[in-house]
T-cell receptor, first 118, second 111 residues
Framework: GAGVSQSPSNKVTEKGKDVELRCDPISGHTALYWYRQSLGQGLEFLIYFQGNSAPDKSGLPSDRFSAERTGGSVSTLTIQRTQQEDSAVYLC????????????????FGPGTRLTVL | GEDVEQSLFLSVREGDSSVINCTYTDSSSTYLYWYKQEPGAGLQLLTYIFSNMDMKQDQRLTVLLNKKDKHLSLRIADTQTGDSAIYFCAERGTGRRALTFGSGTRLQVQP
Protein backbone atom coordinates (compact mmCIF):
# COMPACT_ATOMS: atom_id res chain seq x y z
CA GLY A 1 0.00 0.00 0.00
CA ALA A 2 0.91 3.64 -0.16
CA GLY A 3 1.56 4.05 3.54
CA VAL A 4 1.38 2.35 6.91
CA SER A 5 -2.17 1.40 7.81
CA GLN A 6 -3.58 0.52 11.20
CA SER A 7 -6.86 -0.96 12.32
CA PRO A 8 -9.14 -0.27 13.99
CA SER A 9 -8.80 3.51 14.05
CA ASN A 10 -10.71 3.63 17.33
CA LYS A 11 -11.33 0.94 19.93
CA VAL A 12 -13.40 1.26 23.08
CA THR A 13 -13.25 -1.65 25.46
CA GLU A 14 -14.12 -2.52 29.02
CA LYS A 15 -11.52 -2.99 31.70
CA GLY A 16 -10.37 -6.59 31.82
CA LYS A 17 -11.05 -7.40 28.16
CA ASP A 18 -8.35 -8.34 25.65
CA VAL A 19 -7.73 -6.23 22.54
CA GLU A 20 -5.80 -6.76 19.31
CA LEU A 21 -4.39 -3.90 17.27
CA ARG A 22 -3.21 -4.45 13.72
CA CYS A 23 -0.50 -2.80 11.65
CA ASP A 24 0.14 -3.18 7.92
CA PRO A 25 3.58 -1.74 7.12
CA ILE A 26 4.74 -0.33 3.81
CA SER A 27 5.45 -3.18 1.40
CA GLY A 28 9.11 -4.17 1.47
CA HIS A 29 9.89 -2.52 4.80
CA THR A 30 11.77 -4.98 6.97
CA ALA A 31 11.69 -3.04 10.24
CA LEU A 32 8.49 -2.39 12.18
CA TYR A 33 8.00 -0.46 15.42
CA TRP A 34 5.19 0.00 17.92
CA TYR A 35 4.95 3.18 20.00
CA ARG A 36 2.37 4.46 22.46
CA GLN A 37 1.28 8.09 22.86
CA SER A 38 -0.55 8.86 26.06
CA LEU A 39 -2.45 12.12 26.50
CA GLY A 40 -0.01 15.04 26.62
CA GLN A 41 2.99 12.73 26.38
CA GLY A 42 5.58 12.06 23.76
CA LEU A 43 5.79 8.76 22.01
CA GLU A 44 6.96 5.85 24.13
CA PHE A 45 8.72 2.98 22.37
CA LEU A 46 7.18 -0.46 22.91
CA ILE A 47 8.77 -3.04 20.59
CA TYR A 48 10.82 -3.35 17.40
CA PHE A 49 10.69 -6.10 14.77
CA GLN A 50 13.32 -6.93 12.18
CA GLY A 51 11.58 -9.37 9.87
CA ASN A 52 9.54 -11.66 12.13
CA SER A 53 11.94 -11.42 15.06
CA ALA A 54 11.69 -8.93 17.90
CA PRO A 55 15.25 -8.12 19.01
CA ASP A 56 14.08 -5.26 21.24
CA LYS A 57 11.01 -5.66 23.43
CA SER A 58 12.36 -3.40 26.15
CA GLY A 59 9.49 -0.93 25.99
CA LEU A 60 6.63 -3.34 26.65
CA PRO A 61 5.22 -2.09 29.98
CA SER A 62 4.07 -5.45 31.38
CA ASP A 63 3.53 -9.08 30.49
CA ARG A 64 -0.03 -8.19 29.52
CA PHE A 65 1.45 -6.73 26.33
CA SER A 66 2.65 -8.94 23.48
CA ALA A 67 3.20 -8.57 19.77
CA GLU A 68 3.90 -10.75 16.81
CA ARG A 69 4.73 -10.30 13.17
CA THR A 70 4.08 -12.87 10.48
CA GLY A 71 5.41 -13.19 6.94
CA GLY A 72 7.67 -10.21 7.56
CA SER A 73 4.64 -8.01 7.07
CA VAL A 74 1.53 -7.58 9.25
CA SER A 75 1.98 -7.13 12.99
CA THR A 76 -0.51 -7.53 15.81
CA LEU A 77 -0.17 -5.92 19.24
CA THR A 78 -2.23 -7.71 21.88
CA ILE A 79 -3.11 -6.27 25.27
CA GLN A 80 -4.61 -8.74 27.72
CA ARG A 81 -6.82 -7.82 30.67
CA THR A 82 -6.82 -4.15 29.68
CA GLN A 83 -6.52 -1.48 32.37
CA GLN A 84 -7.56 2.17 32.26
CA GLU A 85 -3.92 3.26 32.14
CA ASP A 86 -3.61 1.41 28.81
CA SER A 87 -5.78 4.10 27.20
CA ALA A 88 -3.60 5.82 24.59
CA VAL A 89 -2.97 6.13 20.87
CA TYR A 90 -0.94 3.17 19.64
CA LEU A 91 1.25 4.07 16.68
CA CYS A 92 2.98 1.73 14.29
CA UNK A 93 5.91 2.70 12.09
CA UNK A 94 7.95 0.90 9.47
CA UNK A 95 11.27 1.53 7.80
CA UNK A 96 13.14 0.04 4.89
CA UNK A 97 16.02 -0.85 7.18
CA UNK A 98 16.72 -0.50 10.85
CA UNK A 99 19.11 2.31 10.08
CA UNK A 100 22.00 0.98 12.09
CA UNK A 101 24.13 -0.05 9.11
CA UNK A 102 24.17 3.34 7.52
CA UNK A 103 21.53 5.84 6.62
CA UNK A 104 19.05 7.19 9.07
CA UNK A 105 16.38 4.51 8.58
CA UNK A 106 13.45 6.89 8.22
CA UNK A 107 10.42 5.62 10.08
CA UNK A 108 7.05 6.12 8.40
CA PHE A 109 4.16 6.28 10.84
CA GLY A 110 0.61 5.07 10.53
CA PRO A 111 -2.39 7.13 11.73
CA GLY A 112 -2.64 5.16 14.99
CA THR A 113 -5.32 3.30 16.91
CA ARG A 114 -6.98 5.25 19.70
CA LEU A 115 -7.69 2.83 22.54
CA THR A 116 -10.08 3.80 25.30
CA VAL A 117 -10.49 1.49 28.29
CA LEU A 118 -13.60 2.21 30.33
CA GLY B 1 17.91 6.51 30.38
CA GLU B 2 17.71 8.86 27.46
CA ASP B 3 15.53 11.93 27.82
CA VAL B 4 14.28 14.53 25.35
CA GLU B 5 12.69 17.77 26.57
CA GLN B 6 10.67 20.38 24.74
CA SER B 7 8.57 23.35 25.73
CA LEU B 8 4.87 22.63 25.47
CA PHE B 9 3.48 25.59 23.57
CA LEU B 10 4.51 28.34 21.16
CA SER B 11 2.30 31.02 19.63
CA VAL B 12 3.42 33.19 16.72
CA ARG B 13 1.80 35.52 14.20
CA GLU B 14 1.51 34.56 10.57
CA GLY B 15 4.59 35.64 8.62
CA ASP B 16 6.88 35.64 11.66
CA SER B 17 9.61 33.06 12.26
CA SER B 18 9.01 30.24 14.75
CA VAL B 19 11.79 28.66 16.77
CA ILE B 20 11.10 25.39 18.56
CA ASN B 21 13.75 24.19 20.98
CA CYS B 22 14.71 20.75 22.23
CA THR B 23 17.31 19.38 24.62
CA TYR B 24 18.44 15.79 24.92
CA THR B 25 20.67 13.82 27.23
CA ASP B 26 22.06 10.95 25.13
CA SER B 27 25.60 11.88 24.15
CA SER B 28 25.68 8.94 21.70
CA SER B 29 22.83 10.34 19.59
CA THR B 30 23.60 9.78 15.91
CA TYR B 31 20.52 11.24 14.27
CA LEU B 32 18.10 13.88 15.50
CA TYR B 33 14.70 14.38 13.97
CA TRP B 34 11.80 16.77 13.77
CA TYR B 35 8.34 15.29 13.20
CA LYS B 36 5.07 17.14 12.63
CA GLN B 37 1.71 15.84 13.82
CA GLU B 38 -1.51 17.38 12.56
CA PRO B 39 -4.89 16.54 14.12
CA GLY B 40 -6.09 13.09 13.09
CA ALA B 41 -2.94 12.38 11.10
CA GLY B 42 0.16 10.29 11.69
CA LEU B 43 3.56 11.75 12.33
CA GLN B 44 5.29 13.20 9.32
CA LEU B 45 9.07 13.45 9.20
CA LEU B 46 9.99 17.07 8.48
CA THR B 47 13.74 16.90 8.58
CA TYR B 48 16.66 15.24 10.31
CA ILE B 49 20.26 16.06 11.05
CA PHE B 50 23.26 13.82 11.52
CA SER B 51 25.18 14.43 14.71
CA ASN B 52 28.37 15.55 12.94
CA MET B 53 26.53 18.50 11.37
CA ASP B 54 25.67 21.76 13.10
CA MET B 55 23.17 23.14 10.62
CA LYS B 56 20.81 21.92 7.94
CA GLN B 57 18.53 24.06 5.79
CA ASP B 58 15.59 22.80 3.78
CA GLN B 59 13.41 25.50 2.20
CA ARG B 60 11.67 27.29 5.11
CA LEU B 61 13.15 24.96 7.71
CA THR B 62 16.51 25.45 9.44
CA VAL B 63 17.81 22.96 11.98
CA LEU B 64 20.59 24.00 14.35
CA LEU B 65 22.46 21.47 16.47
CA ASN B 66 24.72 22.37 19.38
CA LYS B 67 26.20 19.01 20.26
CA LYS B 68 28.21 20.35 23.19
CA ASP B 69 25.06 21.65 24.90
CA LYS B 70 22.86 18.84 23.48
CA HIS B 71 20.48 21.45 22.10
CA LEU B 72 18.49 21.17 18.88
CA SER B 73 16.27 23.83 17.35
CA LEU B 74 13.87 24.05 14.43
CA ARG B 75 13.31 27.43 12.81
CA ILE B 76 10.34 27.85 10.48
CA ALA B 77 10.62 30.99 8.37
CA ASP B 78 7.50 32.90 7.24
CA THR B 79 5.23 30.76 9.41
CA GLN B 80 1.82 30.03 7.89
CA THR B 81 -1.47 28.95 9.47
CA GLY B 82 -0.93 25.54 7.87
CA ASP B 83 2.13 25.13 10.06
CA SER B 84 -0.10 24.91 13.14
CA ALA B 85 0.55 21.43 14.55
CA ILE B 86 2.46 19.59 17.24
CA TYR B 87 6.19 19.30 16.57
CA PHE B 88 8.15 16.42 18.08
CA CYS B 89 11.88 16.28 18.54
CA ALA B 90 13.37 12.76 18.52
CA GLU B 91 16.79 11.21 18.74
CA ARG B 92 18.34 7.85 17.95
CA GLY B 93 21.43 6.68 19.81
CA THR B 94 24.27 4.61 18.43
CA GLY B 95 23.22 1.01 17.84
CA ARG B 96 19.62 1.67 18.78
CA ARG B 97 16.71 1.26 16.43
CA ALA B 98 13.94 2.93 18.39
CA LEU B 99 13.53 6.68 18.57
CA THR B 100 13.25 8.59 21.83
CA PHE B 101 10.71 11.39 21.51
CA GLY B 102 10.06 14.59 23.39
CA SER B 103 6.53 15.36 24.54
CA GLY B 104 5.91 17.72 21.63
CA THR B 105 5.53 21.48 21.18
CA ARG B 106 2.14 22.75 20.07
CA LEU B 107 2.64 25.59 17.56
CA GLN B 108 -0.27 27.95 17.20
CA VAL B 109 -0.12 30.42 14.29
CA GLN B 110 -2.34 33.46 14.65
CA PRO B 111 -3.56 35.14 11.44
Amino acid sequence: GAGVSQSPSNKVTEKGKDVELRCDPISGHTALYWYRQSLGQGLEFLIYFQGNSAPDKSGLPSDRFSAERTGGSVSTLTIQRTQQEDSAVYLCASSRTSGTSGGHGEQFFGPGTRLTVL
Amino acid sequence: GEDVEQSLFLSVREGDSSVINCTYTDSSSTYLYWYKQEPGAGLQLLTYIFSNMDMKQDQRLTVLLNKKDKHLSLRIADTQTGDSAIYFCAERGTGRRALTFGSGTRLQVQP
